[in-house]
């Protein structure tokens, strides 16, 4: 399938540079999982986890998360699920209508 999405790829919140310092790029399914990283550390939404210690509330806040990663139009609606590696990592995963699963690590 022919590249749809494109970006300049970030690693730990830095361009990521080829041997001849020109940015690479994200592309696709590693784009549409950059964006939704972007987009829930944006919205506050980690950073307010990392600050609630109450399981319901957090619970509330996986909820916000999943409807913000749903919002996106690239992204299969009742797809997305959080899986909880520490109090201070997720780890989400959804499905993409042109290509396929995605994963990402979200830090607080």
Do not use: W
Request: hydrophobic fraction near 35%; avoid cysteine.
């Amino acid at each position: 399938m022919p590249d749809k999405y494109f970006d300049l790829l970030i690693t730990d919140r830095n361009f990521t540079l080829n041997a001849g310092y020109e940015p690479n790029l994200a592309k696709n399914q590693q784009s549409i999982g950059q964006d939704i990283k972007h987009a829930i550390i944006e919205s506050g939404l980690a950073t307010e986890l990392v600050a609630e210690r109450s399981p319901t509330m957090r619970y509330d806040v996986f909820t916000r998360i999943i409807l913000l990663v749903e919002s996106d139009r690239r992204i299969v609606p009742g797809t997305a699920h959080i899986k909880e590696e520490t109090a201070e990592r997720l780890y989400l995963t959804a499905d993409t209508y042109d290509f396929g699963k995605i994963g990402v690590s979200i830090d607080g």
